[in-house]
């Protein structure tokens, strides 16, 4: 069974403040992708990232697949309050035809 | 224009009865899953279809049973509901097995 460990699993910070969450697995995956869900609604997909090293920006979102496709990391600079949100990686395994996802990061910013 | 969608958004109800959760996607894709959610936002997933047929069964009660219609609809049926099936349930489609998957917006099950 593939894992997918991600850390903090919450995490409590000032509007303004930086932050990186992480997503570690001991398993190698084809591609890995973060979403963020929202309360009361569904997960969204944030970005898809594909290459050993890849960095990906989304706005203040930085996003870095590791070198051997293994980890990967979140990073928001100056974050606000709309950031807020659970934030959850996913690992894909297209041998296996399957996903699979971490544990999630809960994000509060706080004004 | 929804992608996918879940019904009923909300469902409360006594221990021992039976309910259904309805999913739908209109996207197209061939691969449908049934997800829950805890109290610790811990997303699990339940069960896995590929174009009708079950492809991921995961540690599940027996009393879970997912049926699939056709490709665009995944519908859960839990049987003999007990209080720690309270949780929300997501379905997901996505085009094939590995591929991003799109979130419908839960189904939050309380069981009395």
């Known amino acids: 069974t593939q894992l997918l460990e991600q850390s903090p699993q919450f995490l409590s910070i000032q509007e303004g403040e930086n932050l990186t969450v992480y997503c570690n697995s001991s398993?190698?995956?084809?591609?890995l992708q973060w979403y963020r869900q929202e309360p009361g609604e569904g997960p969204v997909l944030l970005v898809t990232?594909?290459?050993?090293?890849e960095v990906k920006k989304l706005k203040r979102l930085t996003f870095q697949f590791g070198d051997a496709r293994k980890d990967s990391s979140l990073h928001i600079t100056a974050a606000q309050p709309g950031d807020t949100g659970l934030y959850l990686c996913?690992?894909?395994?297209?041998?296996?035809?399957?996903?699979?996802f971490g544990d999630g990061t809960t994000l509060t910013v706080k004004p | 224009d929804t992608a996918v969608s879940q019904t009923p958004k909300y469902l409360v109800t006594q221990m021992g009865n039976d309910k259904s959760i309805k999913c739908e996607q209109n996207?197209?894709?061939?691969?449908m899953y049934w997800y829950k959610q805890d109290s610790k936002k811990f997303l699990k997933i339940m069960f896995s279809?590929?174009?009708?047929?079950?492809?991921i069964n995961e540690t599940v009660p027996n009393r879970f049973s997912p049926k699939s219609p056709d490709k665009a609809h995944l519908n859960l049926h839990i049987n003999s509901l007990e209080l720690g099936d309270s949780a929300v349930y997501f379905c997901?489609?996505?085009?094939?097995?590995?591929?991003?998957?799109?979130f419908g917006p839960g189904t939050r099950l309380t069981v009395l």
């Open positions: 990232v594909v290459t050993g090293g």
């Open positions: 996913a690992g894909e395994d297209t041998n296996a035809g399957k996903s699979t």
């Open positions: 279809y590929n174009n009708k047929e079950l492809i």
């Open positions: 996207l197209g894709h061939d691969t």
């Open positions: 997901a489609s996505s085009l094939h097995g590995a591929d991003t998957q799109y």
């Open positions: 398993s190698v995956f084809s591609s």
